[in-house]
């Protein structure tokens, strides 16, 4: 492991206060920048799809006790990850003055699994008599990759001004490769849609080009002729078709098949547009923000060891709403059902939904339903029982009793209004 010390900006994130040796969860609000744009806008991404960084900003210290100096005197924080220790100096100033300039110290690993198993501890050091002020830690697992954390952390052993905790403001951030088939999706996703501006684009302004000769006052009015022996030939083409329907029904579908194949494809095409990719990003969103956000979506993300289980990814995807949920019950038993469409090959295939069936039963009606997914995962491997609505049978199990509470207040509320009137 290598260590390196630089000094960089402070940026403005928000901040918020970790106790001593916290094991608590970091809020996800303190972040800033999504994870694959932080990766993809930074110069260096491609080294860091081999190294792993921990990037640690010394910003300031709060509440020292009213028995030292004014000015505090020189302190240092000795930061260690694993065998490494490495020494940064604290500013005596507030670096919210202008010019302040946070003293940061590097961290590389050649894996971020190695990384992220480790804590980070950090000791508030006064230079001159070499005493230690206070001490805490941070298990890196806790950070989020691609995304910066800024907080204070109260020392322990450190009793401040008004026996207030002694603060460490620290600004963090780790950094580190992606999975291989996500960074090769990644770099797939990137380059369709370098070609797809680069094609409309080109189409654009060859339209602009090609506008001074096509719509102008020579050219509409040659079309006029074309148009009405078009609409004269009509009827007679409509005779033709159908006498000769045989022969062409078998274009009308190719035309229909390759009709619908263009409209298809211009769908895909205005979604993979610079408009329509803010659109597709806003509709997932909620999707994003939980592989981004969450530690199970970034240990799926990311090379932080071993992935986490199937049933841990369905439970973070999974719908929290209960409307979501029978939206996704009722889809999820249609998938179930649609293996009747293959009277033979439709239940060669429950082979391997079943499995999954019964992990997202499991995901959402774990609690209300223990045994539920046994019941899909039965259901669906057993011929001619795909029919059976086990997911929305669940959610009715559910939410059944408030749904039908609910639906007799209302009748009841109904009635006095109408007795009343």
């Known amino acids: 492991m290598e260590a ?4 960089t900006p402070t940026s403005s994130t928000n901040t918020m206060t970790v106790p001593p040796s916290s094991s608590a969860p970091l809020a996800a609000t303190t972040y800033t920048t999504a994870a694959v744009s932080n990766c993809k806008n930074n110069p260096n991404w491609r080294e860091q799809n081999t190294l792993s960084s921990l990037q640690v ?21 000795e930061l260690q990850l694993g065998d490494l ?7 005596k100033s507030s670096t919210s003055t202008a010019g302040i ?56 052993g450190a009793e401040g001004a008004g026996g207030a905790a002694v603060q460490l403001r620290l ?57 009405v022996l078009l609409l004269a030939a009509s009827p007679f083409m409509g005779v033709a078709l159908t006498i000769g ?22 769908i895909i095409l205005a979604l993979s547009s610079r408009a329509g990719r803010v659109k597709v990003e806003a509709l997932l969103d909620p999707v994003i923000r939980k592989l981004t956000q969450t530690s199970t979506g970034q240990q799926l993300l990311y090379e932080t060891g071993p992935r986490p289980s199937p049933l841990r990814v369905a439970k ?60 899909g995962l039965i259901e669906e491997l057993l011929p001619f029982t795909d029919i059976i609505p086990t997911a929305t049978l669940a959610w009715l199990r559910e939410n059944g009793a408030a749904l039908a509470k609910d639906l007799h207040v209302s009748a009841v509320k109904g009635q006095r209004r109408g007795q009343v009137a």
């Open 4 to 7: 390196t010390t630089i000094s």
């Open 101 to 156: 300039r946070p003293e940061a110290v590097v961290f590389t690993q050649k894996k971020l699994a190695g990384l992220y198993k480790e804590s980070l501890k950090f000791t508030l050091i006064n230079k001159d008599t070499k005493a230690v002020i206070g001490t805490s830690q941070l298990p890196v697992k806790k950070l989020m990759i691609g995304r910066k954390f800024e907080a204070f952390f109260n020392l322990a």
């Open 85 to 91: 220790k490495l020494r940064a100096n604290v500013n």
């Open 245 to 266: 329907l045989p022969v062409f029904l078998p274009l009308i579908l190719l035309g229909l098949v390759a009709g619908l194949t263009m409209f298809i494809a211009s």
């Open 316 to 375: 973070t995807f999974a719908p929290k709403g209960k409307w979501e949920r029978l939206v996704t019950s009722i889809i999820l038993d249609g998938i179930g059902c649609s293996s009747y469409l293959l009277p033979v090959l439709g239940e060669m295939t429950d082979l391997a939904w079943a499995p999954l069936f019964a992990v997202c039963v499991h995901a959402m009606y774990s609690e209300s339903s223990p045994y539920a997914h046994y019941v």
């Open 57 to 77: 900003e010394v910003i300031e210290v709060k509440n020292l006790p009213s028995t030292y100096p004014s000015p505090p005197p020189s302190l240092y924080v």
């Open 171 to 227: 600004s963090l951030e780790l950094l580190g490769p992606l999975r291989k088939e996500f960074r090769f999706l990644s770099d797939v996703v990137s380059k369709y849609y370098s070609t797809v501006d680069r094609t409309l684009d080109g189409a654009v302004a060859a339209g602009h080009a090609a506008q001074p000769y096509v719509a102008n006052k020579w050219t509409l009015p040659l079309l006029v002729p074309f148009a």
